[in-house]
């Protein structure tokens, strides 16, 4: 499966990342799904509601969960929740351990952020297995 992602979003998802650091960023990602292609045609930035230490979690706002699905499916165009971003500070752009342990949605899209001070923000692109025992690395296409 392929993701593709715009400059325009890409520049959006990067400066989110950096504005938050040393904190862990997140949001959701809308689009498209088809054949295999997964079209992102929307980022919405969320608060990192974490309980836990916000350098090394992230939870993304239930609220704005809810109403980014609300207004999707009122659009009823096809475009939905495809999937949601967050970044590593100092860390891979791969998933983690605890990532994995919260991958309950197999058809999700994760977009990791790698961000780091002096250093431009790279980004992986992944999915959880059906069965959630990894995540399969998906291409990501930036254009
Ligand atoms: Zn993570």
């Known amino acids: 499966m392929k993701v593709q992602l715009s400059n325009e979003l890409n520049a959006m998802l990067s400066e989110h990342a950096q504005a938050d650091y ?3 960023c997140c949001g959701l990602l ?6 295999d292609i997964v079209k992102i045609t929307e980022v919405h ?3 990192n509601l974490t309980s836990g230490n916000p350098a090394k979690s992230f939870e993304v706002d239930p609220k704005l969960r809810f109403d980014v699905m609300r207004e999707a499916q009122s659009r009823n165009d096809g475009v939905d929740i495809i999937g949601h971003y967050h970044s590593h500070p100092d860390g891979p752009a791969a998933p983690s351990a605890k990532d994995l342990s919260m991958a309950y949605e197999p058809n999700m899209v994760w977009l990791i952020c790698r961000v780091a001070p002096n250093e431009e923000v790279t980004i992986g692109a ?3 297995c059906s069965d959630r025992s990894a995540f399969n690395t998906l291409e990501l ?3």
């Open 22 to 24: 040393p904190n862990e």
């Open 126 to 128: 992944f999915q959880p």
């Open 45 to 47: 930035p969320s608060k």
């Open 141 to 143: 296409v930036i254009n």
């Open 30 to 35: 809308v689009g498209s799904i088809q054949s």
